[in-house]
C-alpha cells in the first residue's frame, strides 16, 4: 500500500488541484475583495448613528391612555415617543404589527407615520433634509442587498438616486441605521455572495445542496493541501526534475509558494468548512421577540405622574413581566452613568431594583418554551424554532449588562445594550437579551464558541489584531494572494504539460 501511494500521490495531487481549480479562484478573488470593501474603502454617511436626546414633556399635552381612548384603541403590542419634524408623537404598534403616530400635542393621528419617520431618519442619517428617496419600501425578508448578518426585520428600504444610489435601511421601531449599499458595495455584495458563499446554486436547489457542494469541494482543497505538502515536503527527491524550461521554473515556484501558504491554505479550507456546516440549518432563535397584547384598560397610571427622572429620560414604554404590566424607562448616559433601564409598576407608581436582569432572565425563559407561546414574535423571514428547552432549573452562573460588544457579542449582532445570562448547563449556554425590544440578541454555547473562535482566528486572521487591522488584513491578502498564485501555477504546469 505504502509503494503504491508512492507510486500514484503525485498523479491524485494534479487531478484533485485541477477539480478545485474553480472553487479556489472563485474564494481567493472574492475574499481579496472584502478587506478593501469592508476596511479600506467602506461607504459612510455623515451620521451612522442617531443621537438620543431627553423627552420635551412641555410638548406632550394628552396623556398616552387618553390618546388611546381618543381613538377607540383597547389592545395594542407596545409604545414609545418618537420626535420628529419639530413634533412629539406616540408611536403604538398595534397588534396587526403596523405602527401608528399620534400627535402628544394634539392627539391628531399622522397619516403614512412610519413612512414619514423613515424618511425623516434616512435624512438625518444622509445629514441633507431636503433630499427625497426616489423609492421607499417595507422589507420583511432578507435579500440580495439586505443580507441575515444586518438581523433588523422588518426594515424601510429607502433609495436615493441623487445621492449616488444609494440605499438605507431604516428599522423605526428602534430608530436604527440597519445598514446602507452604495453602488459599489451593491456590485461587492452580489460578487461575494456568487462567488464567495455561492449563492448561484441556490438557483438549482436548496440551502443543504449548495452546504454540501461547498463542503465537498473544502474537502479536496484539504487534500490537495495535504498531499501538496507530502509531496514537495517530504517526497521531493522522487518528482525533482531539473528546471531548464518554463515548466521547470514553475515547478519550482509552485513548490517554493505552495510549501509558503500550505498551512493558510489548510486554516482557510478547514475553517470555511467548519463555518459553513453550521449553516446547514437556518437560526431558528435570533430574532425572537417577547408581544404580548396590551388592554388599554389595564393602564391605570399616566407615566407623567410617575416619579421620574426627567433631566435623563429618553424613552418610555410598557412591558409584561410575569402578570405585572410595567412602565419600562430608559435613562439616557451621562458622564458618570450608564445608559439605564428602569421599571415602574404602572399602578403604583413604584421602582422595581434590578428589574432589568429579572426581565431578562423571564425573557429566556419564555424564548426557551418559544413553541408554547402565543405572545413569542419571530420576523416573518423565519421558521418557528423547534425547542424544548426550559432554564427553569438551570442555575444561573452570570448576569451583567453589555454596553460595547465583546469576544463572544460582536458588532454583527447590531443590538446594544443587551444583558448577558450565562447558564450552568451541559452545553454552557448564553443568552443575549435586549430588554429594550423584548428580543433574543444572540445565544452561543460551547459549540458556537468553538466554531466563531476557529472563523474568527484562521478565517479572518483575528490573532493579528495586536498588529492593527491595516497589518492583520494585508497578511490575510498576502495570504489568499499566495493560494490563489499556487492554484494557477499548477494549472500552467498542466496546460504546459
Not at 423627552?55 to 407596545?78: C, P
Not at 419564555?366 to 413553541?371: D, E, G, L, S, Y
Request: aromatic share 14%; charged share 20%; net charge positive.
Amino acid at each position: 500500500m505504502k509503494k503504491y501511494i508512492k507510486q500514484n500521490i503525485y498523479k491524485w495531487h494534479k487531478i484533485i488541484g485541477l477539480i478545485t481549480i474553480i472553487p479556489v479562484i472563485f474564494w481567493t478573488l472574492s475574499g481579496l475583495m472584502h478587506p478593501f470593501m469592508a476596511h479600506w474603502f467602506k461607504p459612510t454617511l455623515p451620521k451612522e448613528k442617531l443621537e438620543i436626546s431627553v423627552i420635551d414633556t412641555t410638548k406632550i399635552k394628552y396623556s398616552f391612555q387618553e390618546v388611546l381612548k381618543a381613538h377607540q384603541i383597547h389592545r395594542f403590542l407596545n409604545f414609545r415617543i418618537v420626535s420628529f419634524e419639530g413634533n412629539t408623537y406616540y408611536q403604538v404598534k398595534s397588534i396587526d404589527k403596523k405602527i401608528r403616530y399620534f400627535d402628544t400635542a394634539t392627539s391628531k393621528e399622522l397619516l403614512q407615520g412610519d413612512k414619514r419617520y423613515a424618511t425623516h431618519l434616512a435624512q438625518y442619517y444622509l445629514a441633507n433634509k431636503d433630499i427625497k428617496p426616489s423609492n421607499i419600501s417595507l422589507q420583511t425578508n432578507f435579500s440580495q442587498d439586505y443580507k441575515y448578518i444586518n438581523r433588523l426585520l422588518p426594515v424601510w428600504k429607502l433609495s436615493f438616486d441623487k445621492n449616488g444610489g444609494t440605499d438605507l435601511f431604516i428599522e423605526t421601531t428602534s430608530s436604527r441605521l440597519a445598514t446602507f449599499n452604495n453602488q459599489s458595495r451593491k456590485n461587492f455584495l452580489l460578487i461575494f455572495d456568487l462567488f464567495h458563499n455561492w449563492s448561484f446554486l441556490d438557483a438549482i436547489g436548496n440551502n443543504k445542496i449548495r452546504i454540501s457542494i461547498m463542503m465537498i469541494c473544502l474537502s479536496i482543497i484539504i487534500l490537495s493541501a495535504l498531499s501538496g505538502i507530502l509531496i514537495y515536503g517530504f517526497m521531493w527527491g522522487k518528482f525533482k526534475t531539473k528546471p531548464t524550461n518554463s515548466k521547470g521554473v514553475l515547478k519550482r515556484y509552485h513548490r517554493q509558494i505552495g510549501i509558503a501558504t500550505a498551512f493558510v491554505t489548510l486554516t482557510f479550507a478547514a475553517s470555511g468548512a467548519y463555518h459553513a456546516s453550521t449553516k446547514w440549518n437556518i437560526d431558528r432563535e435570533t430574532g425572537l421577540k417577547h408581544e404580548p397584547i396590551i388592554k388599554a384598560e389595564h393602564l391605570k397610571k399616566d407615566f407623567l405622574k410617575l416619579n421620574l427622572n426627567w433631566d435623563r429620560l429618553s424613552n418610555v414604554s410598557i412591558v409584561v413581566l410575569k402578570k405585572d404590566t410595567l412602565y419600562q424607562v430608559l435613562y439616557n448616559k451621562t458622564e458618570d452613568e450608564p445608559q439605564q433601564i428602569s421599571y415602574y409598576q404602572q399602578i403604583t407608581g413604584k421602582e422595581l431594583l434590578n428589574a432589568d436582569i429579572e426581565y431578562a432572565k423571564y425573557l429566556v425563559n419564555r424564548f426557551t418554551t418559544a413553541t408554547q407561546q402565543e405572545d413569542i414574535i419571530l420576523p416573518d423571514c423565519c421558521l418557528k424554532p423547534d425547542n424544548s428547552n426550559n432554564l427553569f432549573e438551570a442555575n444561573l452562573l452570570n448576569a451583567k449588562t453589555l454596553h460595547s460588544f465583546s469576544r463572544d457579542y460582536g458588532f454583527v449582532f447590531k443590538r446594544l445594550p443587551v444583558v448577558q445570562l450565562d447558564y450552568d448547563t451541559p452545553n454552557q449556554d448564553t443568552y443575549f437579551i435586549d430588554t429594550q425590544f423584548s428580543t433574543l440578541a444572540s445565544h452561543i454555547n460551547n459549540a458556537d464558541r468553538t466554531e466563531g473562535y476557529s472563523f474568527a482566528i484562521f478565517h479572518k486572521f483575528l490573532f493579528m489584531d495586536w498588529a492593527g487591522k491595516n497589518i492583520r488584513d494585508l497578511t490575510m491578502l498576502i495570504s489568499a494572494l499566495g493560494v490563489l498564485i499556487v492554484s494557477l501555477f499548477g494549472l500552467a504546469i498542466f496546460i504546459k504539460k
